[in-house]
């Protein structure tokens, strides 16, 4: 009866609801139960961040899984138990709907609740009040200050994501000499401002210790920071964090400092709900499969192609969902729950591969979905995103008679904060020849190309995350050149299309030959 009464939807069919509840309508037109809060989900709708009901009992629910996720760790890992985790979290400000409803990150509020308080944090290093300080400076130095000084009695290092991770170490890289003094002389930084933060730093930074700073200045000052996660923080077993999906773009620089130590991927959720943990927290990272937990939600599966694709919107009518105990092992599937909390039937747009079972509950790998191209942290930009945004940069070239031919882009992680990179060959209309290249006016393009990309990428760009996107020129021809290489390599020229996004770093390379001009946006974003 569920099944043929209630029909598959989207977060834009149950959008106009949401907005009704969001300004003050009861959350009954949607759910018996009353709505607490939002979360705010890293998915975005027109721009803005999608707003996920949430009852009391649901986040309640909600907070089993990161015991789970802890005992199976303990479990498969020796030593766990015997000290703390160094784990970086962080919050965001809560958001207020024009109703008095919280909208927040799931994280942000299980922070704040008693459970995590008196549960996990305590056996965590760093104190309760450097991770609610909403200066996430503040929070990241303090936090790494608290792993240093309690160094010895670190087993676990960690993120909820790599990038988080990767973020971090890079703010080592820039705060290890003032933190190593902070530790020589027991005074904390009077940029720390936060009274929260000093209140708790001083029950950590006690008094002076020489030695210890003199020790960590010895190993951050080597030439290469191979390994130095093992150097700063012997007794570590593991190193956990989310390193599938686009995450795994972080797993050669987590393995490069981490020197050895075994990468985890604990869990995959998402803010609709939580699908699944992984059961083997030692399989290499490229190879871990999550375990759905049945009683998380109503699952259901819409098969789709097995690239992943295949999900337009016919796919929800065309192909019927499979449930939970019928998925095949090798097939992929877009993931639809029916949660404890409004959402009924609700493609949630993650796609996993089944890898296998537990008892009789799935197990999957997560794939990116395949219309997401490029991705820094956790932005996603899709081939809609980028085109709709570079359709409206263009229209500043036109008047100028420039036009803009074939365009490619890839994601820049070797720096830290990565950045988008775009390519663009570029003619005069009319002719072959290279337009004159106005700074200001290709600079004004950059602008307008974020402008257009989603919340999440704006957000990320303004808190630092993500840096300017540059822009490179490149000469008539070049991507005809891209073509006779992919060519090459087996493309079939009457097929062939240029890619909007490189995955291929000889064919960054090639583009980067033809190059005639880079330019970026603004460096800050306001
Ligand atoms: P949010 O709704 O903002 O919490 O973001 C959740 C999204 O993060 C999911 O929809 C996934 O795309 C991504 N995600 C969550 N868990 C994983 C995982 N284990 N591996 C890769 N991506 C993940």
């Given at each position: 009866?569920f099944?043929?009464?209630?029909p598959?939807v989207?977060y834009?069919?149950?959008?106009?609801?949401?907005?009704?509840?969001?300004?003050?309508?009861?959350?009954?037109?949607?759910?018996?139960?009353?709505?607490t809060?939002?979360?705010?989900?890293?998915?975005?709708?027109?721009?803005?961040?999608k707003?996920?009901?949430m009852?009391?009992?649901?986040?309640?629910k909600?907070?089993?899984?990161?015991?789970?996720?802890?005992?199976v760790?303990?479990?498969?890992?020796s030593?766990?138990?015997?000290?703390?985790s160094?784990?970086?979290?962080?919050?965001?400000?809560?958001?207020?709907?024009?109703?008095?409803?919280?909208?927040s990150?799931y994280?942000?509020s299980y922070f704040?609740?008693?459970?995590?308080?008196n549960?996990l944090?305590?056996?965590?290093?760093?104190?309760?009040?450097?991770?609610?300080?909403?200066?996430?400076?503040?929070?990241?130095y303090?936090?790494?200050l608290?792993?240093?000084?309690?160094?010895?009695?670190?087993?676990?290092?960690?993120?909820?994501?790599a990038?988080?991770?990767a973020?971090?170490i890079?703010?080592?890289e820039d705060?290890?000499?003032?933190?190593?003094?902070?530790i020589?002389t027991?005074?904390?930084?009077?940029?720390i401002a936060?009274?929260?933060?000093?209140?708790?730093m001083?029950?950590?930074?006690?008094?002076p210790?020489?030695?210890?700073?003199?020790?960590?200045?010895?190993i951050?000052?080597d030439?290469?920071w191979?390994g130095i996660?093992?150097?700063?923080w012997p007794?570590?077993?593991?190193?956990?964090s989310?390193v599938?999906?686009?995450?795994?773009?972080?797993i050669?620089?987590?393995e490069?400092?981490?020197?050895?130590?075994?990468?985890?991927?604990p869990?995959c959720?998402?803010s609709?709900?939580?699908?699944?943990?992984?059961?083997k927290p030692?399989?290499?990272?490229f190879?871990v499969?999550?375990?759905?937990?049945?009683?998380?939600?109503?699952?259901?599966?819409?098969?789709?192609?097995?690239?992943?694709?295949?999900?337009?919107?016919?796919?929800?009518?065309?192909?019927k969902?499979?449930?939970?105990a019928?998925v095949?092992?090798g097939r992929?599937?877009?993931?639809?729950v029916?949660?404890?909390a409004?959402?009924?039937?609700?493609?949630?747009g993650d796609?996993?591969?089944v890898?296998?079972?537990?008892?009789?509950?799935?197990?999957?790998?997560?794939v990116?979905?395949?219309?997401?191209?490029?991705s820094?942290?956790?932005d996603?930009?899709?081939?809609?995103?980028?085109?709709?945004?570079?359709?409206?940069?263009?229209?500043?070239?036109?008047?100028?008679?420039?036009?803009?031919?074939t365009?490619?882009?890839?994601?820049?992680?070797?720096?830290?904060?990565?950045?988008?990179?775009?390519?663009?060959e570029?003619k005069?209309?009319?002719?072959?020849?290279?337009p004159?290249?106005?700074?200001?006016?290709?600079?004004e393009?950059c602008?307008?190309?974020?402008?257009?990309?989603?919340?999440?990428?704006?957000?990320?760009?303004k808190?630092?995350?993500?840096?300017?996107?540059?822009?490179?020129?490149?000469?008539h021809?070049?991507?005809?050149e891209?073509?006779?290489?992919?060519?090459?390599?087996?493309?079939?020229i009457?097929?062939?299309?240029p890619?909007?996004?490189l995955k291929?770093e000889?064919?960054?390379?090639l583009?980067?030959?033809?190059?005639?001009?880079t330019?970026?946006?603004?460096?800050t974003?306001?």
């Amino acid at each position: 009866n569920f099944k043929t009464n209630v029909p598959i939807v989207t977060y834009e069919d149950i959008k106009p609801y949401i907005d009704r509840i969001a300004n003050g309508e009861t959350s009954s037109i949607l759910f018996a139960d009353p709505i607490t809060q939002f979360i705010q989900s890293t998915g975005t709708s027109e721009g803005k961040p999608k707003l996920i009901p949430m009852t009391a009992e649901s986040f309640e629910k909600r907070m089993v899984k990161p015991l789970l996720v802890d005992l199976v760790m303990k479990k498969c890992i020796s030593g766990l138990d015997q000290g703390k985790s160094f784990y970086l979290f962080f919050v965001k400000p809560d958001m207020e709907t024009p109703s008095g409803l919280m909208a927040s990150l799931y994280t942000t509020s299980y922070f704040k609740t008693q459970i995590f308080k008196n549960g996990l944090a305590k056996f965590c290093t760093s104190p309760i009040d450097t991770i609610l300080c909403l200066d996430n400076k503040q929070s990241m130095y303090c936090q790494l200050l608290t792993g240093l000084l309690l160094r010895d009695e670190v087993v676990r290092i960690g993120s909820s994501f790599a990038s988080v991770l990767a973020r971090s170490i890079k703010f080592l890289e820039d705060y290890w000499k003032e933190l190593c003094s902070n530790i020589r002389t027991g005074y904390l930084s009077d940029w720390i401002a936060d009274p929260a933060c000093r209140n708790a730093m001083s029950s950590i930074l006690t008094g002076p210790e020489p030695e210890l700073a003199d020790l960590i200045q010895q190993i951050c000052e080597d030439k290469s920071w191979e390994g130095i996660i093992k150097e700063l923080w012997p007794e570590v077993k593991c190193i956990s964090s989310i390193v599938t999906g686009s995450m795994s773009q972080y797993i050669p620089l987590l393995e490069f400092y981490g020197g050895g130590i075994p990468l985890v991927s604990p869990n995959c959720g998402s803010s609709e709900a939580c699908f699944g943990i992984n059961l083997k927290p030692l399989s290499k990272p490229f190879d871990v499969s999550y375990t759905i937990l049945p009683n998380m939600a109503y699952f259901e599966f819409l098969p789709v192609n097995n690239d992943g694709g295949g999900m337009s919107h016919e796919t929800a009518t065309v192909n019927k969902p499979v449930d939970l105990a019928n998925v095949k092992i090798g097939r992929y599937y877009e993931v639809v729950v029916t949660t404890l909390a409004g959402l009924y039937r609700y493609r949630v747009g993650d796609i996993l591969k089944v890898t296998g079972f537990y008892n009789k509950s799935p197990q999957f790998q997560f794939v990116e979905r395949q219309n997401v191209v490029l991705s820094i942290d956790l932005d996603k930009t899709t081939e809609v995103d980028l085109s709709n945004a570079i359709t409206k940069a263009k229209l500043v070239l036109e008047p100028l008679g420039i036009m803009l031919t074939t365009y490619s882009s890839y994601a820049d992680t070797s720096l830290t904060p990565g950045r988008y990179v775009l390519f663009w060959e570029l003619k005069m209309k009319g002719s072959n020849d290279l337009p004159k290249l106005d700074a200001k006016i290709m600079e004004e393009c950059c602008g307008i190309v974020e402008e257009s990309f989603d919340f999440t990428y704006k957000s990320l760009r303004k808190g630092g995350v993500i840096s300017a996107l540059e822009l490179r020129v490149v000469k008539h021809g070049t991507f005809d050149e891209l073509m006779d290489f992919y060519v090459s390599k087996g493309a079939s020229i009457s097929q062939y299309k240029p890619p909007c996004c490189l995955k291929s770093e000889e064919a960054v390379k090639l583009l980067n030959l033809g190059m005639v001009g880079t330019f970026f946006s603004p460096k800050t974003m306001f």
